[in-house]
């Protein structure tokens, strides 16, 4: 699991320092521990793990309460900035976007779509 972690972070970093939008990329398990992160901010990121697992729960619950399935992301939006969370296979996957408006939101989705087909590759 550590070599798995390793890759994962170095993955992480060089997506972050490819993207101009993107604020920082926080890797967590299922139950909230911090598996590989990257960012730009000074922020705990075992807190933020913890933080984006909890989140993708409840949206999971949720839309298995109302809408009968799974959700497919979660997206927190303030007047700074974003966060959107997805859960791919036992991991939860958050994406910081500290600036921005609702017009790189899309965009943001893009490329953590884009990130996830990276990291597929890497654990198989």
């Known amino acids: ?3 798995v972690n390793n890759a994962l972070n170095k993955t992480v970093k060089e997506f972050l320092s490819g993207n101009d939008i993107i604020s920082g990329v926080y890797i967590a398990s299922l139950d909230g ?3 590989a ?4 901010i000074n922020v705990d990121p075992d807190r933020v793990a ?3 697992a909890s ?3 409840v949206g999971d619950r949720v839309s298995k309460e109302l809408l009968d399935e799974d959700s497919r992301h979660v997206i ?4 700074a900035g974003y ?5 791919f296979r036992d991991f939860t996957i958050g994406v910081l976007v500290k600036r921005g408006d609702d017009s790189t ?5 893009l490329e953590l779509e884009r990130l996830i087909t990276i990291i597929q590759k890497q654990v198989k």
């Open 55 to 57: 989140l993708s729960a």
């Open 50 to 52: 913890a933080m984006i």
């Open 83 to 87: 966060i959107v969370i997805k859960r």
């Open 33 to 35: 521990l911090l598996v």
């Open 1 to 3: 699991m550590e070599e």
């Open 105 to 109: 939101i899309g965009l943001t989705m």
């Open 76 to 79: 927190v939006q303030a007047g």
């Open 37 to 40: 992160h990257a960012s730009r």
